[in-house]
């Protein structure tokens, strides 16, 4: 039987609704057919076929990505789809023991593209949800992802924060009209736990929803490795892995950021663990022109955490020289067997391209260097198999000799 769309519709050209019936939710301009009149950025559409069968439901875009796919079904896009999608997500988590975990209180429950819900992140602190939508579509159903949020007493929450702003103008949406603040109670001034680690999370003025919780299991994992070792968190943000190395031993960590306020905030995070900022020195930085400055031999363990330095293709180039020139002047200065982890967190940057840029760095530094491990993003932040995209966090663990 025949379907009526639910939604305006937008047609796909002949033979370019493969990539959507292998289910990947992205449909870009090029593929479009023709389109009903009217639609504007945020709308929710039926996308069919060139001879008008449909293949699913999503919110329009701006950019070259037309679409970004929620359902490859004829599906009804309100409070009910919403709490049916975070129930799948919250039942992951549950399945990876980041629920009900005495041990850490933070986890992230939606994860975009991951979950089923292009464009939204979900951050779970305790009894708050950090909500963040990064399209227009997102934003303007807002609302009923609060009402969905409500109704699964099994997250307790008792705060909701909308943290949507910032992320809507660093995703080029800077005509999308939305105000940060809380859509449920307020304030609760909680402390998280992570891996018995306490943190002072600040949604409010941080980076992204908080805390960067995609770094955890790779915090952890510097925390095994850190006893009786002199450690560098460069471009360090509100400290997390120094506190993770010191609660493993370490002898002291330095911690670096260009950001007054993410120093602070590292002082207070390392008092609030029982740890001294005064033995353990935070510093206000520009990163690149501390690693020039350092000592040979001054740390036997580096962490290189920075920023997107390719938030976008077309930066790519600029942004693998950056890459480069900051692990290989690292490589260069840290001990004899020292442990270096290097990330990046560019979607525009590979995982193949990355570890290509590290070795190219190495045999500029003129050190022999092994990768002992390599890292990704947790599985709170999980990829859809018909989305590899998703994979952006990449890092490697490399013994320097």
Avoid at 20 to 31: E, L, M, N, T, Y
Avoid at 99 to 116: K, M
């Amino acid at each position: 039987m025949e379907q009526t769309p639910l939604y305006p519709v937008i047609r796909l050209n002949p033979n370019k609704d493969e990539a959507i019936r292998r289910f990947h939710p992205w449909v870009f301009s090029g593929a479009i057919h023709d389109a009903a009149q009217g639609l504007q950025a945020g709308d929710t559409v039926t996308v069919t076929d060139y001879n008008g069968e449909i293949l699913g439901t999503g919110f329009c875009e701006s950019d070259s990505i037309a679409v970004k796919m929620l359902s490859f079904d004829n599906r009804k896009i309100d409070e009910w789809f919403f709490l049916d999608r975070l129930n799948q997500a919250y039942a992951v988590r549950k399945a990876m023991g980041l629920t009900d975990n005495p041990h850490t209180n933070c986890f992230r429950l939606v994860h975009s593209e991951g979950d089923g819900l292009a464009g939204l992140i979900v951050d779970i602190y305790g009894h708050t949800a950090v909500v963040q939508a990064q399209t227009e579509g997102m934003a303007l159903h807002l609302k009923e992802i609060v009402r969905a949020l409500k109704l699964m007493p099994e997250l307790g929450l008792q705060a909701i924060y909308n943290k949507s702003a910032e992320a809507m103008q660093r995703m080029g949406k800077e005509d999308a009209i939305i105000e940060d603040g809380y859509l449920l109670g307020n304030q609760l001034n909680e402390l998280i736990l992570e891996n018995d680690c306490r943190y002072h999370p600040n949604w409010e003025e941080g980076q992204k929803t908080g805390f960067f919780l995609d770094q955890r299991e790779n915090r952890e994992l510097v925390r095994r490795f850190a006893q009786g070792k002199t450690v560098l968190n460069a471009f360090g943000y509100t400290g997390g892995f120094s506190v993770a190395a010191l609660k493993g031993g370490a002898h002291r960590a330095i911690t670096v950021d260009a950001s007054k306020k993410a120093i602070a905030a590292a002082e207070a995070n390392l008092e609030l663990n029982g740890f001294s900022k005064e033995e353990n020195a935070c510093h206000v930085a520009d990163m690149k022109e501390y690693v020039t400055q350092m000592r040979e031999g001054a740390f036997d363990l580096i962490i290189l955490d920075p920023p997107a330095f390719a938030k976008r293709h077309q930066d790519r180039h600029r942004g693998l020289g950056g890459y480069k020139f900051i692990n290989m002047e690292a490589i260069k200065r840290i001990a004899k067997g020292g442990l270096l982890f290097t990330f990046s967190c560019s979607q525009a940057v590979d995982k193949a391209t990355f570890q290509g840029i590290v070795t190219a760095a190495s045999i500029e530094a003129k050190r022999n260097v092994r990768i002992i491990d390599q890292l990704t993003q947790p599985a709170d932040h999980p990829i859809n198999i018909f989305h590899p995209e998703g994979a952006y966090l990449k890092g490697l663990m490399l013994f320097v000799e």
